[in-house]
């Protein structure tokens, strides 16, 4: 065994992705645990790769071919889905494996040619399939299915027919880097599956029950979940269909999260006691301080609560930089069914909450009432008033909460 060594997933299924244990930031959003790039090699009379890895990981990955099989002999190679983090190797393997055939959906087509017309494409040999196509490796038989928009117009899953494998691509991922690669070898595997739901999948929900009705329309069974990142579903994997199934309809909890930023505490004082206020009223209360928080993090606390409060301390007549950037964040994934209350300080002329309510505003996101600004430094009735606009919130958390 040396670090190359493939590893078994089935007969004649291997994982040949990669571990990237030091990603920390997947393309603007934190990955605290790291990644892996999955890609999964099927040797049966053909040999077919489904998906690649990271460019920079070309070579890791062939090395770990290259124990199994001679790569020049893949004869198929599967695109689920464009984006680099999937497709960036596709030059490299077409170069060591030039008659290999290319299957992609006909968006994905599109997307390779943009991305790789100055690196082969015109020579490849594409096909182009969709739903319900197949393709016969010998005993083993793939079969195609459009997930349009989990998370990219081009997605696509692969479906391995006898050994009922689903390769699923960024569908039920997780970032997380581990040795171990499956589900019930790792602990909080669900809750990361969360994160990457919330920081990936939340603005496509209504597509992501579509996909869930057209899987279950397929009528095919589900043995195992191959994602193309993390660890693979085999201990029940209808568990995160479903889980899927919850977040898409917007589950969420009897719960106030409290997301705020703070120059000299004031909106810290004033955040501090719409968390007690929520408490004292029952229920769960979450705070996040912004520089002190990872934001995937915070977004899957977003996704499970009904209420949030954001406040801000005023900066050079704005809203401060991270709640900018948060509400930037925030707002292009869409959470939605959620009341906001926004809150703030300011020393001379303000701007902070303006900001906000413009922000919210504009991604038409409801507001939980009127929002509260103080000047300089909360006094007492102020910090009253927080406590019961924290019970207040408390109160609409409670009736809000699905499930
Ligand atoms: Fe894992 Fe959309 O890339």
Not at 32 to 53: C, F, H, M, Q, R
Not at 262 to 285: D, I, L, P, Q
Request: with cysteine; hydrophobic share 40%.
């Amino acid at each position: 065994m040396d670090e190359y060594e493939p590893l078994k997933v089935a007969e004649g299924v291997y994982w040949v992705g990669v571990v990237d244990w030091n990603l920390r930031d997947f393309h603007g959003y934190e990955t605290p645990k790291g990644g892996s790039y999955n890609a999964y090699l099927i040797v049966d009379e053909k040999i077919a790769l489904i998906d690649t890895v990271k460019a920079p990981f070309a070579g890791e990955m062939i090395k770990r071919i290259s124990r199994i099989v001679d790569p020049s002999r893949i004869d198929y190679v599967i695109s689920n889905h464009v984006e680099m983090d999937h497709s960036s190797s596709i030059p490299a393997i077409m170069e060591i494996a030039p008659k290999a055939k290319l299957f992609a959906s006909s968006k994905g087509k599109t997307g390779l040619y943009e991305y790789y017309k100055e690196d082969g494409f015109e020579d490849w040999d594409l096909q182009v399939v969709g739903t319900g196509d197949e393709l016969s490796l010998g005993k083993k038989t793939l079969m195609f299915i459009e997930a349009t928009m989990l998370h990219w117009p081009d997605s696509m899953q692969t479906y391995m027919k006898e050994d009922r494998i689903l390769f699923s691509n960024d569908g039920f991922g997780q970032h997380i880097a581990t040795s171990k690669r499956f589900d019930d070898e790792v602990e909080d595997v669900l809750e990361d599956a969360a994160i990457y739901y919330a920081n990936i999948l939340l603005p496509f929900s209504s597509q992501v029950l579509k996909y869930i009705d057209r899987v279950n329309g397929l009528g095919i069974g589900i043995d195992m979940i191959a994602p193309g990142h993390g660890v693979i579903w085999r201990k029940d994997p209808a568990r995160v269909i479903e889980a899927y199934g919850r977040w898409a309809k917007g589950e969420t909890f009897a719960k106030v999260l409290v997301i705020y930023d703070t120059m000299w505490g004031s909106t810290e004082k004033m955040a501090m006691e719409m968390v007690e206020g929520a408490r004292s009223a029952g229920v769960e209360v979450r705070l996040r301080h912004l520089r002190k928080n990872d934001w995937s993090m915070t977004l899957k606390e977003v996704m499970e609560a009904p209420v949030i409060a954001i406040g801000s301390p005023t900066m050079n007549n704005k809203m401060f930089y991270t709640v900018s950037g948060f509400l930037n964040y925030m707002t292009g994934l869409r959470p939605r069914g959620k009341k906001y209350f926004l809150f703030g300080s300011y020393g001379w002329g303000g701007g902070a909450v303006k900001g906000m309510e413009k922000e919210i505003a504009s991604a038409k996101f409801e507001l939980a009432g009127e929002s509260l600004q103080v000047k300089f430094r909360p006094f007492e009735d102020d910090l009253d008033r927080c406590r019961a606009i924290g019970q207040k919130l408390a109160g609409m958390a409670k009736d809000m909460a699905k499930y």
